[in-house]
Structure formats: structure tokens, C-alpha cells
């Protein structure tokens, strides 16, 4: 029996009268590539949202590797070891490719970089994973030139930098072009392969599918399925969420 990474317990998040998160109860498991999907609206990144500290759950609790994190500011849940990405990607445009890395891990990187002081140390591991990504040739461009795919690939080096054991990605494939998809999926396995967990949200369900070893079906903000991709496939209930049948 595996443990849960992140798991939640009651979890509610409305915004006026939406019910975004609605009483979720879900765990996702530790050293497993976990997806997460769902009809738009379904409340997958409000739920993110709560997990990492973005915003306050109305009530429920949030759970990691057995500690409570509920509430927490997200600097405190990334340094417990929850890292994530964006669905709108987050780089700052004009740093250069290096630079967003570094600004990832220092919370003062920007007044350094100003400074032009840096951590070697810093440097050569931000290195070490833009090579790990395969954008370590892009290193001097500016995040703005590079394309939305690799600015994907960047934001991934970037949440690497703080050494995650759990990485949430929000729609890593979305807007990205097939061989980078597969590229990010890839990366995905490595990673998992070398001990980190993942809790992906994600559209494209061929990649969700082939990739996942255990899928959570939310609609109307809880979870109405789970297993594996072939069972969850299968069940009326996500047939239903998803076509409205
Ligand atoms: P998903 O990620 O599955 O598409 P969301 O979590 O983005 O779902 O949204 C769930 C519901 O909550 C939707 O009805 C959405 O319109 C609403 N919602 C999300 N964020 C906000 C917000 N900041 N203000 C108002 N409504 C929101």
C-alpha cells in the first residue's frame, strides 16, 4: 500500500454563490504520476489553488506526507516540498533564460541580479537543469524570444531549483507544440523514475492516459472517479461528466 503525497479532507472553496472546490476528499499518491482531470469548470485549479497556498480553503483540510498544511503561505508549502507550474506559463519575459531559473530558487533574485551578485553554486545547478530540459542552449536569450513550448520547459527548470518531492503541473501540454509534448512527457518519467511524485492537470487525454498511473475525475468540484486510466475510462459516471449525458 502506497502512502498520499497530497491529500485532502472536506476541501471547499466557493467564489459568491460557486461551489468551486465542493467538500473534495482525495489522495494522491506518493512516487506516482497522478492525474487530475475534469469538464472546464470542474474546479481542478481552484483545487490546486488551495493545495499550494494560493488561496484560502473555506474549509477542509489539506494534508502532506502526513503534515497539515492547511492554510499555509506558499513559500512555506514549496519549501515543504510542493513544487508547480501554471497554466497560463509563468517566466518574466525580459530576463534572460538563465535568469528566470535563478530568480525561481532566490527570494530576493531579482534585487541580486540587479546587484550582480549570484551564488555560483546557484548558477551552475540553475545550469545543470536548463541542460536537464534541453534549453541549456538558450541560456542568454530572453524568455520572451523563446517559444511557448520551451518557456514551458523553463518554468519546469525553474520549479526544479527548489528541489521538489511533489511537482503539481497545471496543463503542461497546453499550447505546446507535439514534440515538445512529448519531450515534457519524458521529462515527466525521468523524474518520477528518480522519486518525485506528480499530480498533473491536464486536457490532452491521449497524453494523460499514456502517462498517468492513477487518474482523479472531479466534476462540479469533488472527485466522481478513480483508477487507473483504463478503468476510469470506462466509467459512465466520467462519460456522463464529461458529454453531459
Ligand atoms: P477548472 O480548473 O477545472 O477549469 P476552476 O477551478 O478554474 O476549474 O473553476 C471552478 C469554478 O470556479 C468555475 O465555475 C469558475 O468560474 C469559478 N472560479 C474560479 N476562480 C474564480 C474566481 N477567482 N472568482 C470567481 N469565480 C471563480
Known amino acids: 500500500m502506497s502512502t498520499a503525497s497530497v491529500s485532502t479532507e472536506g476541501l471547499s472553496k466557493s467564489f459568491g454563490g460557486v461551489r468551486a472546490v465542493d467538500d473534495a476528499s482525495v489522495a494522491f499518491h506518493d512516487g506516482r504520476i497522478n492525474a487530475l482531470i475534469g469538464p472546464n469548470g470542474s474546479g481542478k485549479t481552484t483545487f490546486f489553488n488551495c ?3 494560493m488561496i484560502k480553503p473555506d474549509a477542509g483540510t ?3 506526507r502526513d503534515r497539515d498544511i492547511t492554510g499555509l503561505a506558499p513559500h512555506r508549502i514549496a519549501r515543504s516540498g510542493i513544487g508547480r507550474s501554471f497554466q497560463l506559463c509563468r517566466v518574466f519575459p ?5 535568469e528566470n531559473v535563478l530568480v525561481a530558487v532566490q527570494p530576493h533574485g531579482l534585487l541580486q541580479r540587479l546587484r550582480g551578485m549570484r551564488n555560483p553554486d546557484d548558477v551552475a545547478r540553475a545550469r545543470e537543469l536548463l541542460s536537464r530540459v534541453g534549453i541549456d542552449h538558450l541560456e ?4 520572451r524570444d523563446i517559444s511557448y513550448g520551451q518557456q514551458k520547459l523553463l518554468e519546469l527548470a525553474g520549479v526544479l531549483m527548489g528541489d521538489p518531492h511533489t511537482i503539481m503541473l497545471d496543463e503542461p501540454a497546453g499550447g505546446v507544440n507535439p514534440a515538445l509534448v512529448d519531450r515534457i512527457a519524458d521529462l515527466v518519467r525521468e523524474l518520477n523514475a528518480e522519486g518525485r511524485t506528480f499530480i498533473i492537470v491536464e486536457h490532452n487525454m491521449e497524453l494523460v492516459m499514456g502517462l498517468s498511473d492513477h487518474v482523479v475525475v ?3 468540484g469533488r472527485p466522481i472517479a478513480e483508477g ?3 478503468v476510469v475510462q470506462d466509467d459512465p459516471l466520467v462519460l456522463e461528466a464529461y458529454l453531459g449525458v
Open 51 to 53: 493545495v499550494t497556498g
Open 62 to 64: 489539506v494534508t502532506y
Open 94 to 98: 525580459r530576463l534572460t533564460v538563465l
Open 140 to 143: 542568454h536569450a530572453e524568455a
Open 218 to 220: 472531479f466534476d462540479r
Open 228 to 230: 487507473t486510466p483504463a
